[in-house]
């Protein structure tokens, strides 16, 4: 059983940066999304960023310039860079993956669906900005 698990979060002055991490364990499928969400208290959760096998990537225009995200080479860790953070940049963030046994995974799908297209998600890391 495939296992996520974030790390990376604390505690941040505004404009300060962070790097999350999200190790993806026991996974041996080829085609698959990988996404960042995060959820802040009384809010819906907020998808951010998503990357596929082969690399592409989208982010959210409310991150966009300021959150990247990637992957290591061997596809087992999962990254979002924070820069240039907020004080609404404050929420638990969350990794969650759409593996697939046959085809290629697509942004736009992930992008349709929302977090519902995602079916294995981590515990989450939580991320503080304040001053």
């Known amino acids: 059983q495939v296992h996520m698990e974030e790390s990376g979060g604390g505690s941040v002055r505004p404009g300060g940066s962070l790097r999350l991490s999200c190790i993806v364990s026991?996974?041996?499928?080829?085609?698959?999304?990988l996404g960042w969400f995060r959820q802040a208290p009384g809010k819906e959760r907020e998808g951010l960023a998503i990357?596929?096998?082969?690399?592409?990537?989208n982010v959210a225009d409310s991150v966009k310039g300021r959150f990247t995200v990637s992957q290591d080479y061997a596809k087992t860790t999962l990254y979002l860079q924070m820069d240039s953070l907020k004080a609404e940049d404050t929420a638990m963030y969350y990794c969650?993956?759409?593996?697939?046994?046959?085809?290629?995974?697509?942004?736009?799908?992930?992008?349709?669906?929302?977090?519902?297209?995602?079916?294995?998600w981590g515990q989450g890391t939580q991320v503080t900005v304040s001053s």
């Open positions: 969650a993956a759409h593996f697939r046994e046959e085809g290629p995974c697509y942004i736009e799908d992930a992008l349709e669906r929302g977090a519902g297209f995602f079916y294995t």
């Open positions: 026991r996974h041996t499928y080829t085609h698959y999304c």
């Open positions: 990357i596929e096998d082969d690399g592409d990537t």
